[in-house]
């Protein structure tokens, strides 16, 4: 037998037993999750590992919940990080005691080594379920199923934190009441478009900002409102005119470095010179952003977003489309 191979099994085996004493000692109940899996979990999970960090970590930080493991991506010279962790819950790798499970496929070892009571994964983490179900209860939640705030949703009861919940939804009501007084939303057309690989993608609503866009009553082409809740769909440069709005966004990756440059260049990929397709660009109503905080499963990045819309349009005068 290879010594890794021996050491994994080693650890599973004390993740087992770890797992195992956890059963017998904690208080647990009944949890069916997306993969149609009934599993017994413990009503107050203390020792969490979280295999999604935009997902599921920022979520649980802004609940109050520190996991003791998540999932994270890597820079280029090999440094962990949570994406959107510093810019929206001041909270990293580097200034806290949750440690890097790896990417993808997490590593099992380092799971099974922090003593996990509970580990949240997602249909998309290639980590195997069968292996960690023996580390500790594992529940699978399936983005493809939920919309984010639905998962957060299921976050908030899963740890027991829907107090705090009730009062980041009740802060987000306030700021789009605040969209909406100050902004005639049901006059104004808006989208939300990227160039990647040479097409343009849209989306029917575009993260923590499609969804202020459409809390708030903002109208959208209707190409875009063909596309399924929860999708998007890849267009052509011929499919600019029929996904033109008052006012556009497009967004950029901070967590790679790029600038709003390449968000420039990626549509120019698209069709060089598009701006001349695009009215809104052509009036300068196309606003450019980072899409951690568009992005981002967070309630602190939707209030980012609810001013931001703000800043962008109200009081502006501006030609309609």
Known sequence: MKRSTGLKLAIITIGMSVFASFSQAEEVRTFVDDAGRSVDIPISPKRI??????????????????????????TSEGEPFIRSGKGLTGIDFDNSSIEFMGNLPADIERVAAVSPDLIIT???????????????PTVVLDGS???????????????????????????????????RRLINTE?????????????????????????????????????VDAIPEGDFA?????????????????????????????AVAH???????FCDFLYACRNNQMAIMPREEASTNSYYA???????VISQISGREFQPE
């Open 49 to 74: 590992v979280s295999l999604h960090d935009v997902s599921f970590t920022i979520p649980l930080l802004e609940l109050g919940i520190h996991p003791v493991g998540s999932h994270g991506r890597t």
């Open 122 to 136: 997602s249909a998309w983490q290639t980590a195997p379920v069968e292996q960690l179900e023996q580390i500790a």
């Open 267 to 273: 549509l120019e990929q698209v069709a060089p010179n």
């Open 302 to 308: 939707l209030g980012i977003m609810a001013y931001t």
């Open 187 to 223: 006059d104004i057309t808006v989208n939300v478009i990227q160039g990647v690989n040479g097409e343009v993608l849209s989306w029917h609503t575009y993260g923590n900002l499609g969804k202020v866009l459409r809390d708030a009553g903002f109208q959208f082409p209707e190409r």
């Open 145 to 179: 199923l939920r919309s984010d705030y639905e998962i957060y949703d299921l976050l908030a009861e899963i740890v027991g934190a829907e107090e705090q919940l009730a009062t980041l939804k009740r802060r987000y009501q306030g700021q789009i009441e605040e969209v």
């Open 234 to 262: 890849r267009f052509s440069a011929e499919s600019f005119p029929e996904l033109d709005a008052d006012f556009l966004f497009v967004t950029y990756r901070t967590d790679t470095e790029e600038t709003p440059a390449d």
